[in-house]
Nanobody
Framework: QVQLVESGGGLVQPGGSLRLSCTASRSIFSRYAMGWYRQAPGKGRDFVASIFSGGSTNYADSVKGRFTISRDNAKNMVYLQMNSLKPEDTAVYYC????????WGQGTQVTVSS
């Protein structure tokens, strides 16, 4: 059974930082690249960042230079370090394979507001 559990969200002021974590079941983590996605209020779910097993990464233009994706292959975990946060980063953040093949987890809410 595929499981994805995200954590680490919260309320942060503009310019602040957060680190998101995702635990993925081995069945998906060991086979696929992993990604972070986000869904802002009233909008569709968008790609944020991806990382392949070898470590190569890709980012949406809107987060390049501010967000960093990483993975711990021994722990089946994926992380998203988010710096210089902006109000437009406010969204529910999800992890999944890249492309997204698995069912979605509950996500973690990130709110950037003063």
């Amino acid at each position: 059974q595929v499981q994805l559990v995200e954590s680490g969200g919260g309320l942060v002021q503009p310019g602040g930082s957060l680190r998101l974590s995702c635990t993925a079941s081995r069945s998906i983590f060991s086979r696929y690249a992993m990604g972070w996605y986000r869904q802002a209020p009233g909008k569709g779910r968008d790609f944020v960042a991806s990382i392949f097993s070898g470590g190569s990464t890709n980012y949406a233009d809107s987060v390049k230079g501010r967000f960093t994706i990483s993975r711990d292959n021994a722990k089946n975990m994926v992380y998203l370090q988010m710096n210089s946060l902006k109000p437009e980063d406010t969204a529910v953040y999800y992890c999944n394979s890249y492309p997204a093949y698995a069912g979605w987890g509950q996500g973690t809410q990130v709110t950037v507001s003063s």
